[in-house]
Nanobody
């Protein structure tokens, strides 16, 4: 079946950059929309960015002009380029195929000095 693997997280200083990857395998289609979410323990999961099969993107207000979502259909991978990172961006980041109901395992992003 479909499998999602997030990677690219780590520890960065405020103002730094990080690029997350979401690699998909299985029955994924080029028209599938993909979303990035993030979650802090004890808080509800927050939609960060999304991209449709046609390339239309959307972003949470808190990350607009700092984050960029993109996709490489040949590699079945969606990326989240994160620039000018803030401590408030610290969370576990998950990707999700919009039409499906399950999540990847997530990748930890920690922004701290």
């Amino acid at each position: 079946q479909v499998r999602l693997v997030e990677s690219g997280g780590g520890l960065v200083q405020p103002g730094g950059s990080l690029r997350l990857s979401c690699a998909a395998s299985g029955s994924i289609f080029s028209f599938d929309a993909v979303d990035w979410y993030r979650q802090v323990p004890g808080k509800q999961r927050e939609l960060v960015a999304g991209i449709t099969g046609g390339g239309t993107t959307n972003y949470a207000d808190s990350v607009k002009d700092r984050f960029t979502i993109s996709r490489d259909n040949a590699k079945s991978t969606v990326y989240l380029q994160m620039n000018s990172l803030k401590p408030e961006d610290t969370a576990v980041y998950f990707c999700k195929i919009r039409r499906l109901t399950y999540w990847g395992q997530g990748t930890q992003v920690t922004v701290s000095s």
